[in-house]
C-alpha cells in the first residue's frame, strides 16, 4: 500500500527557532498534501492544502507567514514552523491524497513538536 | 457546512462485548466515508472505508454502512479485543477538494 513518512518524529527546540518538518510519499506520486495539527486528546484540525508547484492553502485562522508550506515536487512537502512559541508544541501529521477515484488519503506518522 | 459527529468517548467495554460508534455527517456533495483509528504515540491508518451510498466497508471485524438516508457510518465489531483500545476517527471527504473533514474521535478501551 501507499506509505507516507514524516521526518523527525519528534523534535524539541528553544522558542524563537524554526523548525522544518518533512512529508514524503514514499511509493506514489501526491499531486496533494495536507497538513494537520492535532492537540492533545482532540481530533485533527486541517491547517493547509498543499499542491504541487503552487501556494498553499490556508484554513481560516491559520497563519501563512508562521506555518510555511513548501510543495516542491510530487512526492515532498515541508512545513516550516517559524519563530516558535510553546503554544506551537503539538502534533503535526501530513497526509497526501492518493490520486485515485475513491479519494483516500493516506497519513504520515506525525511529528511531535515540543517548544520549550 | 460539512461536518463529521461522533459520539464522545470514552467508550469502556470487556473484552468480547459488542462495539458500536455512532458517526453522523452533513454534506452538500457526494462524499466518500472513512473511519481512522489511531494507537497511542502513532500516526492514524486506515480502517475502513466506503465510497458510495449502502457500500460496507469491513476490516479486522469491524464494519461500517454508509447510509445516506440516515447521513450516518456507525462503526461496528461483534467481539472487541484488548488490542481494539484505540482512538477512532470517523472522516468524510474527497469531493470538496479532496479536503477530509474529522469526528472529534472516540476512545476505545477495552478491559480483559
Known amino acids: 500500500g501507499a506509505v507516507v513518512s514524516q521526518h523527525p518524529s519528534w523534535v524539541i527546540c528553544k522558542s524563537g527557532t524554526s523548525v522544518k518538518i518533512e512529508c514524503r510519499s514514499l511509493d506514489f506520486q501526491a499531486t496533494t498534501m495536507f497538513w494537520y495539527r492535532q492537540f492533545p486528546k482532540q481530533s485533527l484540525m486541517l491547517m493547509a492544502t498543499s499542491n504541487e508547484g503552487s501556494k498553499a492553502t490556508y484554513e481560516q485562522g491559520v497563519e501563512k507567514d508562521k506555518f510555511l508550506i513548501n510543495h516542491a515536487s510530487l512526492t515532498l512537502s515541508t512545513l516550516t514552523v517559524t519563530s516558535a512559541h510553546p503554544e506551537d508544541s503539538s502534533f503535526y501529521i501530513c497526509?497526501?491524497?492518493?490520486?485515485?477515484?475513491?479519494?483516500?488519503?493516506?497519513f504520515g506518522p506525525g511529528t511531535r513538536l515540543t517548544v520549550l | 457546512g460539512d461536518s463529521v459527529t461522533q459520539m464522545e468517548g470514552p467508550v469502556t467495554l470487556s473484552e468480547e462485548a459488542f462495539l458500536t460508534i455512532n458517526c453522523t455527517y452533513t454534506a452538500t456533495g457526494y462524499p466518500s466515508l472513512f473511519w481512522y483509528v489511531q494507537y497511542p504515540g502513532e500516526g492514524l491508518q486506515l480502517l475502513l472505508k466506503?465510497?458510495?451510498?449502502?457500500d460496507k466497508g469491513s476490516n479486522k471485524g469491524f464494519e461500517a454502512t454508509y447510509r445516506k438516508e440516515t447521513t450516518s457510518f456507525h462503526l461496528e465489531k461483534g467481539s472487541v479485543q484488548v488490542s481494539d483500545s484505540a482512538v477512532y476517527f470517523c472522516?468524510?471527504?474527497?469531493?470538496?477538494?479532496?479536503?477530509?473533514?474529522f469526528g472529534s474521535g472516540t476512545k476505545l478501551n477495552v478491559k480483559p
Open positions: 472522516a468524510l471527504g474527497g469531493y470538496n477538494f479532496n479536503k477530509f473533514y
Open positions: 497526509s497526501a491524497h492518493s490520486g485515485t477515484l475513491d479519494n483516500e488519503q493516506f
Open positions: 466506503a465510497t458510495k451510498a449502502d
